[in-house]
């Protein structure tokens, strides 16, 4: 989530070029990408080149941060029986929807395939809300959402490899507030009405405050409603900055909690990040807890916008009477970040580590992918079938109790027992959340893929 040159804000690291690099903030692409931003300058890091994807032991060595390669997070969310099995994604079509995009996604993903032994999906980009300015290297916000849309390509792609991809790129960036969501509506409504996509992914946020009213900030749903009358099921990173956010200037933190949208909108899945310790083979060296490092933490609160929908009546305890986020939670810490290979730079080529809830949106986006496949038809609003299969033990959703997601100045939420404003429902066992979902949710006439 870029936070997000308006992204989500993803914190990045970046391990290429000679300087150094993180993302640009939550409002542009939410990766914390690994570009040189303004707003970004105080998650810079010294890097170096990796021409081959860097071990743990590497970037131990170079950041004294852990770092997992894509068999590890795979092995870590029980995905790989899934695929063994022929659930794999095929006949999906996962949207990932950034502005600009990239020049070189299929170069990339291509290089990212091979190193990982990963077939090549069907790969599309498209403009439908106009053509995107041409690409331009030197441009901080247009190499921010080349990282950003970079990483939400590999990683759906990881976890759903026989799902088709559709690149959806936006000529105005996503920042903060209203700037970017028309151009972003007009695009997903495209999507949607077409028949294109059975799945959204989105990387990228604004703090609702920064809208210039409540509703203002409805009258950019109009996707969403659509999605939800299609059957297609979408899912937004909750942030990077904890139980904060960027004020307009990109700059400054509010000074007290705030939530972002789309995250926070009933009719999408919101997405917060966690920590996870793996060996070597995937396997858990301990349990999982809220994403909060010195990079940033895992996005969470309650919206000042939409009132608490029914499927969060259960946890009315914890959201009072508005909605509250995230509603699942997957991997995202940088210390802990995953690789990722870009080219768009010809000074700034090869592979990167990255961290921040830019992650754990696709990763997520690729498990509902399989569900749907499993279910062989779409599966629309999925939050009232979460908010039933965590009280049902089995049902593939584990419990994270430990961490918070304060953040700067901001005392934030605590994990714990059952559904809480730092990890939401918890996480995935995918071997059998896959599954689940797959029978708890009833296919409509809008439903077919």
């Known amino acids: 989530m870029r936070r997000r040159s308006a992204l989500t804000c993803v914190i990045v690291v970046c391990l290429v070029g000679s300087t150094a690099a993180a993302a640009p903030r939550w409002s542009a692409p939410r990766s914390r990408l690994a570009v040189p931003a303004p707003a970004s300058a105080k998650h810079r890091l010294d890097h170096r080149q990796f021409l081959i994807p860097p071990s743990s032991d590497e970037c131990m060595t170079v950041y004294r941060l852990e770092c997992y390669l894509p068999p590890q997070i795979r092995t870590a969310y029980g995905v790989t029986p899934l695929l063994d099995g022929g659930t794999d994604g095929s006949g999906t079509t996962i949207a990932i929807v950034d502005s600009f995009g990239s020049p070189t996604i299929e170069h990339d993903l291509h290089v990212f395939d091979q190193a990982w032994g990963l077939p090549d999906p069907h790969l599309e980009t498209i403009t439908p809300a106009g053509p995107v300015p041409p690409f331009d290297a030197t441009d901080p916000d247009m190499t921010g959402w080349a990282f950003e849309t970079t990483l939400d390509v590999e990683y759906a792609h990881l976890m759903a490899p ?6 959806v790129s936006t000529p105005v960036s996503e920042t903060e507030g209203v700037a970017g969501f028309p151009e972003i509506v007009q695009a997903e409504n495209y999507v949607i009405d077409n028949g294109l996509a059975d799945v959204i992914s989105q990387s990228l946020g604004a703090a609702e405050q920064t809208f210039p009213s409540a509703e203002r900030l409805r009258s950019l749903r109009g996707a969403f409603e659509n999605a939800a009358k299609h059957g297609v099921t979408v899912v937004a990173s909750s942030g990077d900055s904890g139980a904060t956010d960027y004020q307009n200037d990109q700059q400054t933190l ?21 920590h ?3 060996a070597t083979d995937g396997a858990r060296t301990a349990p999982d807890a809220t994403w909060n490092d010195e990079y940033g933490a895992g996005g969470g609160g309650v919206s000042t916008v939409f009132p608490r929908p029914a499927f969060q009546n ?3 305890g914890v959201v009072g009477d508005y909605r509250g986020t995230p509603d ?13 290979y870009t080219s768009y730079d010809a000074d700034d080529t090869g592979w990167s580590v990255v ?7 696709p990763l997520f986006a ?9 279910a062989g038809h779409r599966l629309g609003v999925i939050n009232p079938a979460l908010y039933r299969l965590a009280s049902r033990p089995g049902n593939g959703i584990v419990d994270v109790t430990l961490g918070d997601n304060s953040y700067g100045e901001v005392t934030g939420y605590s994990a714990g027992p059952g559904y809480d404003l730092a990890s939401g429902l918890g996480t995935i066992n995918a071997a059998r959340f896959v599954p689940a979902l797959a029978k708890a949710v009833r296919p ?3 439903a077919q893929p």
């Open 366 to 374: 690729g498990l509902v992918a399989l569900a749907t496949q499993r």
């Open 328 to 340: 699942i939670a997957l991997s995202a810490a940088v210390d802990g970040g995953v690789t990722v």
């Open 355 to 361: 961290g921040g809830t830019s992650e754990a949106a």
């Open 314 to 316: 259960s946890v009315r």
């Open 276 to 278: 996870l310790r793996l």
């Open 444 to 446: 409509t006439k809008w």
């Open 162 to 167: 026989g799902a088709d991809i559709l690149v």
């Open 254 to 274: 509010y000074s007290y909690p705030v939530d972002s949208w789309p995250s926070t909108d009933p009719l999408v899945t919101s997405v917060g990040g966690t």
